[in-house]
């Protein structure tokens, strides 16, 4: 069969089409941009074309990520190809081991999950949405023995995964333009994919009757005891054993993530203690709280684009330098509207900030402009200015800071790179 990724170069789409062309299938794919997967897909002997939505040769079937216009959706189906959406060839192909949703830390609990069942002596193949740091092969990882995969919970189709293990990490009821406004109905999906896992684990306070239920006064508890600006040192109870545990990452958030990761592993059946010892050396993902340089001014890369994702961040590294500069950039106009005065509050941390233009991602452009952020944030007494994503890095250059921390999930990151490259 051959295969044609419409979008080849996102998160999602990079890794599912990686595993197409593991498991046996003809691929080839296309996207808008060059993005960091597209050298590792064609690396790996998958053609692809950038600069435009084509299709190459005659596929017997076009995935197509959910970023893809539907006029050109519509266009493919009537030149007479079979055009199926992301989340459909994933539930018509793929029963993954383990199956991990949720608002935050899918991404990092989806790679510590397949860290540790690899340091455990298993061979999991994984299909993330974020690329681990020093990888070579990005966002599938081969393996001999089942998936563990990242299940995109802003898609309704995603109740429709069949996993043997459901993990939850939380829900915040991100995305509601995807469930009708509606955050009954997004509970409702998550809980249907719930019910379809043989075994379960979910936040303590989350309403379902799962196998493991992680946090205080839940089946698996977890505590920090120590924490430093690249170290995070807890402990983690589960029945009468405790066992303490360390990340050498960045992100007082991670021993959450990481806790429910150990929950999947005890439901797969690996030993509790050696699942909480394997991640010691678990080396994190790119883009989460990714340090790109580290000199007199520290420059980090994250992708955290929620209010919470974002107060997380700033409060992980708040403790450890005295003068912050934040620059974020919005992501989608039905967030940015529907968030917009918390996302002034928790930018509100760092001691300078920087607000770009909204990255639209699939969405129609709005009326509605970030300028207004920057003024939310100055009445309450901050720095903050409105700086246009292509004039930041000369922006930046001209101030001082022990840390730049730049947020966002679009094209900011380029831009942090190319800063990085420029501080001293």
Known sequence: MKIHFVGIGGMGLSALALW?????????????????????????????????????????????????????????????????ERMD?????????????????????????????????????MICGAIPVNSTFGTFKSGKGGIIFEVDESDPKMEDVK?????LTNLRYDHLDRYQNDSKLQFEKVVNFLKKAKYTAVPFDFDFDA?????????IEYWPIESEFKKQVFKVKYGNAEVTATLNIAGVHQIANATTAIAGGILAGLPFQKCA?????????KRRLEVLHDGESTVIDDYAHTPDEVKSALMSVKPYFKKIIAIFEPHRYTRFSKFEKYFADVLSFADEIYVTEIFGAFEDENNIGSEVLAGDIKSKGKSAKFVKLDEIVETLKKTRADLYIFMGAGNITYKAHEFAGEVE
Not at 91 to 113: A, V, W
Not at 277 to 285: C, K, N, T, V
Request: glycine share 12%; proline share 5%.
């Open 163 to 167: 996993s043997e293990i459901g993990l």
């Open 89 to 125: 060839f994933v539930t018509s192909k793929i029963n993954p081991l383990i199956g991990i949703t949720g608002t935050d830390g899918k991404s990092s609990t989806t790679f510590m999950s397949q860290w540790l069942a690899t340091k455990n002596g298993l061979d999991p193949m």
């Open 20 to 84: 197409s062309k593991h498991v046996g299938y003809e691929v080839t794919g296309c996207d808008l941009s060059d993005g960091p997967m597209i050298k590792i897909i064609r690396d790996l002997g998958i053609e692809v074309t950038t600069g435009k939505n084509e299709i190459i040769d005659h596929p017997d079937i076009v995935v197509v990520s959910s970023a893809v216009p539907k006029a050109t959706v519509d266009d493919f189906k009537k030149s007479g190809f079979e055009v199926v």
């Open 211 to 219: 196998s493991i239920k992680v946090g205080k006064g839940g089946d």
């Open 277 to 285: 010892e394997a991640l010691s050396d678990y080396p994190g993902l």
